[in-house]
């Protein structure tokens, strides 16, 4: 059966577009916690997806297990355990409005930041190719390659979890 120039890996694309985004729009739109942290496993599952399009099934594996397995469920059961910021009588939030504005401006940026080189052209961080997991870990601590992404990556982390602690924590 043939739909045209569409193959196989595009209407699996279009499948994780939809996972993705569609569960993008639920973490922003949910009002309850633990509504928005099942969206958001549902939106990390459409990249891992991506992943796998892109033959990376070592990145897709992460983020099935680290962030889906890991992650996620922490979030759920951390969310669960705090009955006081759980609503289940509200189903959207108040603000998904602006949440949907910020979203489509970021979409916007990011096409014209593609389809319009602005900023001049971009140079490779590095002169190799990333083969192999050794590869990855030597790019990700080598400091002439991905050592400063990566620490921002932690220290953003870092940041989110001390404001999901100061969130949940009572105000005793």
């Known amino acids: 059966m043939s739909f045209g120039n569409f193959t196989p890996e595009a209407f699996a694309f279009g499948f994780f577009t939809i996972l993705t985004l569609g569960g993008a729009v639920g973490v922003v739109a ?7 942290a099942i969206w958001l496993i549902v939106s ?3 990249v891992a997806g991506y992943f796998v399009l892109l033959s990376a099934p070592f990145l897709a594996a992460v983020q099935v297990l680290v962030y889906i397995g890991a992650i996620g469920i922490l979030f759920t059961f951390a969310v669960m355990l705090t009955r006081s910021m759980t609503n289940l009588t509200e189903r959207f939030n108040e603000q998904w409005w602006l949440g949907a504005a910020a979203g489509v401006l970021m979409f916007l940026l990011i096409t014209l930041a593609v389809i319009v080189p602005v900023f001049g052209e ?7 190719i990333v083969a192999t ?7 990700l601590v080598d400091g002439n390659q991905y050592v400063l992404p990566f620490e921002v990556a932690s220290l953003l ?4 979890m001390i404001g999901a602690i100061v969130i949940a924590r009572d105000d005793e």
């Open 122 to 128: 971009i140079e490779e961080p590095t002169s190799q």
């Open 30 to 36: 949910a009002k309850n916690l633990v509504r928005g």
């Open 44 to 46: 990390l599952f459409g």
């Open 133 to 139: 997991t050794e590869d990855l870990g030597v790019a």
């Open 157 to 160: 982390l870092t940041a989110a």
